[in-house]
């Protein structure tokens, strides 16, 4: 389960106890880590990845939350140069 579901599977009044558990706003989940652009999500730091594992009702694994907040990104810039200049051979 990535991070949108399972913020989106939450009540309003779970988001607010998992957001402070975790220590951001609900301000900040919304414009940051729910960014519809994988590039503009930023990387949690570790002791907030490590809290979103342990408050997230044991959906939230480290491995889905390292793809939802890098890997998606980095996959889109990759394709994305691939269809500026495509690598040659060479």
Not at 42 to 65: E, F, N, Q, T
Request: proline share 6%.
């Amino acid at each position: 389960m990535n991070f949108k579901e399972f913020w989106n599977g939450l009540t309003r009044k779970e988001q607010v106890k998992f957001a402070k558990s975790v220590g951001f706003s609900i301000d900040v989940c919304r414009n940051e880590y729910l960014s519809p652009n994988p590039q503009r999500r930023p990387m949690p730091s570790k002791a907030k990845l490590a809290r979103m594992v342990i408050h997230g009702k044991r959906k939230l694994k480290v491995k889905s939350l390292m793809e939802y907040f890098g890997g998606e990104g980095v996959e889109q810039m990759v394709a994305e140069q691939k269809r500026k200049s495509p690598v040659s051979g060479a």
